[in-house]
C-alpha cells in the first residue's frame, strides 16, 4: 500500500488472511487513521513507513525483517509543546521477539520516544539493527533503549541527521549506572559523528559493555542507503580530522571497552 487515500485519517483497516500466503506487507505514508493486522502467519517481513500500524501478538508468527518509520510533533511556536507526545519503547515492539533484522527511524521537532516503566528484553534474537535519520537536536544516546532490549545483537548502525536546531540538555535522558553486559555486538558504526557529548557517551558505553566488540567506526560524513526496505548500506565519506581534534576525540572514548574485550580497531573518518 503506498500513499493510499482509503477514507481519511478516521478510517481503520483491519487485515486479517489466515489462509495467506503473503510474505511481504510494505505500508508506505499511506493516509489512513489506523492499519490493524490480525492474522498474517506466513509474514516474514514488514515495512510501516510513516502509517500508524497496530497488530496482535500473535498476528504473524514468521516475521523476521521489520522496517519502522515514525514522526510525531508539530513545529510551530505556541503548539509545539502542547501536541508533544511521550511514547514508551513497548509501544511498538513488544509483539516482535522474533525478529533478527530491524529499521527504525523515529524523527520529529522533539524527542518523543522515552524509557520504558517496566524494561525487558524486548528483541531476545534481534542480530542487526539500524537506527537511521536520529535528529541532531535530540538526545542521540537515546537508541541504548534499543540496545539494552537486545542481548544476541551483533551489528549495530546509527545515522545521525543533522538539523538547525541545538539539543537541549533539560531533554537528556537521565541514565542510570548498570551492571548490563552485552555479549555478541561485533561491529557499531556511527554516521554523522560530530563529536558531541552524547554522541561520545553513547560510544563509550557502547565500548564499555560490549565484551565482544572488534571494530567501531565513527564517521562525519555518511548516511543510511536503503537497498530495499529491509537491507542497507552505511555510506561515508572520509574527513580530514585535524591531528588536535582526532587526538581529543579518542582521549575522551579510549579506556572505556570492556576489562575482558579483545583490542578494538576504532577508526575515524
Known sequence: LNSCLCGGRDMVMVVDAPSSQIREFVVDKCEIGSIWLRDLPNLERLASLGTH????????????????????????????????????LDLFLEHTPDITDLIIRFTGPDRWIVPSISPSVLLPNLRRLLVADVPSSW????????????????????????????????????????????HRLKEFVMAGFEATERQIYLVKFVMAVCTALRHVSMFKNGHAQDKGHWEWEMVTQQHSWTEEEKDDTLKQIMGTASSTAAPVQLVLG
Do not use: N, Y
Not at 497496530?54 to 508539530?74: D, I, M, N, Y
Not at 538526545?139 to 538547525?164: G, K, N, Q, Y
Open 53 to 88: 500500524l497496530f497488530f496482535e501478538s500473535t498476528a504473524f508468527p514468521c516475521l523476521r525483517q521489520w522496517s519502522l518509520a515514525r514522526r510525531h510533533g508539530v513545529s510551530l511556536d505556541g503548539f509545539r509543546q502542547h501536541f508533544r507526545q511521550h511514547l514508551e
Open 139 to 182: 538526545d542521540v544516546s537515546w537508541p541504548r533503549l534499543l540496545f539494552e532490549t537486545a542481548p544476541s545483537l551483533e551489528s549495530f548502525h546509527i545515522h545521525i541527521a543533522s538539523c538547525m536546531e541545538e539539543p537541549s540538555p533539560s531533554e537528556e535522558i537521565p541514565w542510570c549506572p548498570t551492571k548490563f553486559r552485552q
